[in-house]
């Protein structure tokens, strides 16, 4: 499964890496293809004051059937299977990629007579 296979499916946002490749961002770390049947998931948080975060992430990816590619002092990256359920959603979660939004068909059509309802008024104040 490729990137933007495992994106649509989740209902995530791909994004150009700045070597070209196709990853999902998140807030800890980011989702990528690590080869042609297996995802990549690369944990680096940005704040000081997740010191232990990888080691704990580490430890449920394992866990979970992930095979560990890369592994420093505050940071890694495991590979995994993007047909395995438990899998996924842990390394998305890890990683903190939140899907998309998608609005049911009630929510647009409320939008949509919001959006007239706004588009119709008047905007000139009204003067006496």
Not at 4 to 14: I, P, R
Not at 80 to 97: E, I, Q, T
Request: glycine share 10%; hydrophobic share 35%.
């Amino acid at each position: 499964m490729t990137i933007h296979g495992f994106a649509t499916k989740h209902n995530l946002s791909v994004s150009r890496a700045e070597d070209g490749t196709s990853v999902v961002r998140g807030r800890n770390g980011e989702l990528y293809e690590y080869s042609e049947d297996e995802l990549g998931v690369l944990i680096m948080p940005m704040s000081e004051r997740q010191v232990r975060f990888w080691g704990h992430a580490c430890k449920k990816m394992l866990g979970a059937g992930m095979t560990l590619r890369q592994d420093g002092d505050r940071e890694g990256a495991l590979s995994f299977d993007p047909h395995n359920p438990k899998a996924s959603r842990l390394a998305m979660k890890l990683a903190g990629v939140r899907s998309r939004r998608i609005p049911s068909a009630a929510q647009l059509e409320a939008l949509a007579m919001a959006r007239s309802q706004i588009s119709g008024r008047n905007t000139a104040p009204e003067r006496l």
